[in-house]
C-alpha cells in the first residue's frame, strides 16, 4: 500500500481535508474516518492572497468541529491559480531557447484566424518576449538522427543574454526533439550549471510529441507559471506545517488525479482545471452510488460556469486546451468554462444591449448584496431583487444580505435600459441562463450527444439556483441536487485517486515491420511511468495503454485503447480492424484500402487510494411544517411574482415530495423549483427534479435555431 492511501496506525482519528478554491469563494470539507462525520466550511477567496485564505479556513474548519490538527493525516487542494495567471497574463518573465530559424514559432502560430471577417483581433502576447527567444545551433531531423550538433557556446552566451533580460524561468524547445531529446538534455544540462536555481523545462520533458507549434506553446506557458505555482505552494506548505499539519498536501490535476507538489511543480499546466475536476469525480461517485450513468455536471460558483458530459460513467476528455491564447497539450476532462457566475457583472454595451460577464466582482467587493461596497450590478443582486436568494443571510446566516442595496444597482441599471427594475433584473436572469445554455451545448449537441438523455447534476454555490431554467430550455426533463452542491468539488477531491499520463510520438505505419519501434516506444513510456510512480510514493498502480492512430495524410487521429504495453502481430491487426470501425463510426465512412499510421503511445498510470466513507445522512422524520421556513414573494418567468414557500433543506422530512413553486435553502446553496415542476427526496438526501418535459418538443436552445434572447 503506498503513503497516500493514508490510514494511521496504532489509535488516534483520522481526518482527510478537500479543499477547492473559486474565484469568489473557498470551500472545505473534512471527513473523520472514525466516526464517518462530514464537516463542512465555507469562506470568501481573498484575491490577494489566496493561500492565505486556505490556511485560515482550514483552520476554522477544525477548530469549530473540534478536530485535532495532528489528525490530519491527507490534505488535497483543487486551486484556480495557472488559469487566473494565463488569463490575467500574470506569468513571470520568461525566456526561451530553440533552433535556429524558430525564434517565432509562437507567434506564426498556425495562422488561422479565429474569425475570418474580423480584422482587428489581437494576437496573443507569448510568455517569453521577442528579445527573450534565443536561437542556437543545431539540428536533429524528424526521425532522431543529428544533422547538426548542438552549439554549446551559443547556450552560453544564451544564458547570459537571458539573465541580462532578468527573466525568471527558461524554456527549452528545439525542432524534433520528441524524435531525440539529447539536444534538449545538454542544453538544459549546460543551462543548469551555469545559471543554478533558474525555473527551467524541456518540451521533451513537459509534451514529446510532434507538431512544434503546440509543443512550444505547451512548454513555454509550462515555464512561465512553475515559479508562480512554486511560490504558492510554498506558501501553502509553510503555512500548513505551522498549523500543525504534517503530511505533505496532494494537488488535484486536471486530468482527476491527485499528485504531489513535486509534480506540479515541474508541471503546473495540468493544473488548469484542477477545482472543476474535483466536481467532475465527485459527480462520477455519486452516478455510481445512485446507478445514473449518463450525467451533465453543471457548476455554476461565484466567477465562472463549468459543465462536462459524463456518458456510461466515465467524463469526456481532449488532450489540448486553449489558455490565453495559446494551445496547450495536457491531457484533461473536457470541461467547458464560461465567464458566468453570481458575481457575473451586468453591463450595457455600446449599442445599448444588456450583457452580462465574463467579468466578475469576486468576493471583494462582491455583489451589492453582500455589503462590502459593491457597486456594480451581479446576476446575484438580479436573484436577490426577484425574491430567489434570501434576504437576510446566507452560509447559515454568516453573511449578511443588503437587499436594498441589490435594488438600488439594479435600478440604477434599469434606468439606463429604461425599464422598470424587475424586468432589469429578469433580463440579467435571462442572459446568463442564455450564456449557460451555450456552455451545455458546446459539450453535449455540437459533440454529437443528446442531452435530453442525460441529467443534469446542478452544484456550485448557485449551480441549484439556475438549473432548472436551463435544463428546461434544454429539454432536459431531470435535474440532481446532492446534499451539499456548493461543496460537491472539495467532497469530489477526496475521491481522486493518483493518476499520470505519459507520451511519445512514434508517426510509423501500422504494420509489421515496425513492431520493434512501437515496442521501444511502449516500454519507454513503461520507465517513465514507473519512474513517475516511485517519485509519487506508490507501489502499486494499473497501466492503461492508447495510441492515437491516422489515415495517412489526415492532419488529425483518433485515440484507441490497446490491450496491453507490448504490441504484436495478432493485436495489431486487431488494432487495425477497431480503428476502421471507429472511423466509421465517428466520421460515418472508412477507408480499408488506406494504410493507417500510429502516430502517439500513451501511457495513463493510476494508482487507486482508499475511499473515504459515504456520509451518513440523518433525515428528519415529519412532516413540511418543521422545514418550512417562510412564505416569500419570488419571481418566475411564467407567473411573475408569487407567493412560494421556503423550506429548510436540513429539516425536510425523509423521501419528501412535493411540486413547485419552492425554495430549498441550505447552508451552501439555495434551489429554485419552479411552478408544476415536481421533486423528491431520497433516502440517501439527493433532492430529484422532474421538470415534466415532452421530448417531441425540442427546444429553441437545442434545435440550434438560437442561442440566446
Given amino acids: 500500500m503506498g503513503k497516500n492511501n493514508v490510514l494511521r496506525r496504532g489509535g488516534g482519528s483520522v481526518v482527510w481535508v478537500g479543499m477547492d478554491t473559486g474565484g469568489t469563494f473557498t470551500d472545505l470539507v473534512a471527513v473523520d474516518f472514525e466516526s464517518g462525520r462530514y464537516h463542512y466550511h ?39 491559480l495557472a488559469t487566473n495567471a494565463v488569463i490575467e497574463g500574470k506569468w513571470v518573465p520568461t525566456g526561451l531557447i530553440t533552433t535556429a530559424g524558430f525564434r517565432d514559432t509562437l507567434e506564426l502560430a498556425r495562422q488561422r484566424r479565429p474569425h475570418y471577417f474580423n480584422l482587428d483581433i489581437p494576437k ?6 521577442r528579445d527573450c527567444r534565443i536561437e542556437v545551433g543545431g539540428r536533429i531531423a524528424h526521425d532522431g538522427s543529428e544533422v547538426a550538433p548542438l552549439a554549446e557556446d551559443d547556450v552560453r552566451r544564451a544564458v547570459e543574454r537571458l539573465k541580462g533580460k532578468k527573466v525568471e524561468a527558461v524554456a527549452i524547445c528545439f525542432v524534433h526533439a520528441y524524435a531525440n531529446p539529447a539536444h534538449e538534455e545538454r542544453a538544459k544540462a549546460l543551462v543548469a550549471d551555469l545559471w543554478p536555481g533558474i525555473y527551467l523545462c524541456s518540451s521533451s520533458e513537459v509534451l514529446a510529441e510532434f507538431r512544434e507549434f503546440e509543443r512550444f506553446a505547451t512548454t513555454t506557458v509550462n515555464a512561465s507559471l512553475m515559479p508562480v505555482m512554486d511560490r504558492y505552494l510554498e506558501r501553502f506548505e509553510r503555512g500548513a506545517a505551522d498549523l500543525g499539519i504534517r503530511p505533505m498536501p496532494r494537488v488535484m490535476q486536471s486530468n482527476g488525479g491527485a499528485v504531489s507538489p513535486g509534480a506540479v511543480r515541474k508541471l503546473p499546466i495540468n493544473t488548469f482545471f484542477s477545482g472543476p475536476a474535483g466536481g467532475v469525480i465527485g459527480s462520477v461517485g455519486l452516478g455510481k452510488h445512485l446507478g445514473l450513468n449518463d450525467l451533465i455536471t453543471f457548476d455554476m460558483g461565484g466567477t465562472s460556469t463549468d459543465v462536462c458530459l459524463i456518458r456510461e460513467g466515465e467524463p469526456a476528455q481532449k488532450s489540448e486546451r486553449l489558455m490565453g491564447g495559446f494551445p496547450v497539450r495536457t491531457r484533461t476532462f473536457d470541461i467547458h468554462t464560461i465567464g458566468a457566475g453570481g458575481g457575473s457583472i451586468a453591463w450595457i454595451d455600446a449599442g445599448g444591449l444588456l450583457k452580462v460577464g465574463p467579468q466578475s466582482a ?6 451589492a448584496a453582500y455589503g462590502r461596497g459593491g457597486k456594480l450590478p451581479t446576476v446575484t443582486d438580479a436573484n436577490a431583487v426577484l425574491g430567489r436568494l434570501n434576504p437576510q443571510a446566507l452560509l447559515g446566516g454568516r453573511m449578511s444580505m443588503h437587499p436594498e442595496k441589490s435594488r438600488a444597482v439594479i435600478e440604477e441599471l434599469a434606468g439606463r435600459l429604461r425599464v422598470d427594475a424587475i424586468k432589469a433584473a429578469a433580463g440579467v436572469i435571462e442572459i446568463i441562463n442564455a450564456n449557460m445554455i451555450g456552455a451545455v451545448r458546446v459539450i453535449s449537441v455540437e459533440q454529437g450527444e443528446d442531452p435530453r438523455n442525460f441529467t443534469l447534476v446542478a452544484f456550485g454555490g448557485a449551480g441549484p439556483l439556475h438549473a432548472a431554467d436551463v435544463a428546461r430550455n434544454m429539454g432536459i426533463r ?5 446534499p451539499r452542491p456548493g461543496l460537491l468539488s472539495a467532497i469530489g477531491l477526496l475521491h481522486a485517486d493518483v493518476r499520470g499520463d505519459f507520451s511519445l510520438t512514434r508517426l510509423l505505419r501500422a504494420g509489421p515491420e515496425n513492431l520493434k519501434a512501437l515496442n521501444h516506444g511502449l516500454e519507454e513510456l513503461k520507465k517513465r511511468g514507473a519512474a513517475w510512480l516511485e517519485g509519487e510514493g506508490e507501489e502499486h498502480a494499473s497501466f492503461d495503454w492508447f495510441a492515437d492512430l491516422r489515415y495517412i495524410g489526415q492532419n488529425f487521429e483518433l485515440l484507441m485503447a490497446l490491450k496491453s504495453g507490448e504490441l504484436d502481430d495478432p493485436s495489431l491487426v486487431r488494432l487495425i480492424n477497431s480503428f476502421h470501425r471507429r472511423h466509421k463510426d465517428s466520421y460515418g465512412y472508412d477507408m480499408r484500402g488506406q494504410p493507417i499510421e500510429i502516430v502517439n503511445l500513451r501511457l495513463m498510470v493510476t494508482a487507486k487510494r482508499r475511499t473515504p466513507p459515504h456520509e451518513s445522512v440523518r433525515l428528519k422524520r415529519g412532516d413540511f411544517k418543521a422545514a418550512l421556513i417562510e412564505q416569500r414573494k419570488v419571481w418566475f418567468p411564467e407567473t411573475g411574482f408569487i407567493a412560494t414557500p421556503v423550506y429548510d433543506r436540513d429539516r425536510l422530512p425523509a423521501e419528501c415530495r412535493l411540486t413547485g413553486p419552492a425554495v430549498i435553502e441550505q447552508m451552501d446553496a ?19 427534479l422532474d421538470l415534466g418535459i415532452s421530448r417531441a418538443k425540442p427546444d429553441k436552445f437545442l434545435s440550434g435555431g438560437r442561442h440566446g434572447p
Fill in 124 to 129: 496573443p502576447v507569448p510568455p517569453a518576449a
Fill in 362 to 367: 469576486g468576493a471583494y467587493p462582491g455583489p
Fill in 670 to 688: 439555495t434551489a429554485v423549483v419552479p411552478p408544476t415542476a415536481r421533486l423528491k427526496g431520497d433516502k440517501l438526501g439527493y433532492l430529484h
Fill in 42 to 80: 465555507k469562506v470568501p477567496t481573498p484575491t490577494s492572497d489566496p493561500a492565505r485564505g486556505l490556511l485560515d479556513g482550514i483552520a476554522e474548519l477544525l477548530d469549530q468541529n473540534g478536530l485535532a490538527r495532528s489528525d490530519v493525516a491527507f490534505l488535497v487542494l483543487g486551486t484556480t
Fill in 478 to 482: 431531470k435535474v440532481l441536487v446532492p
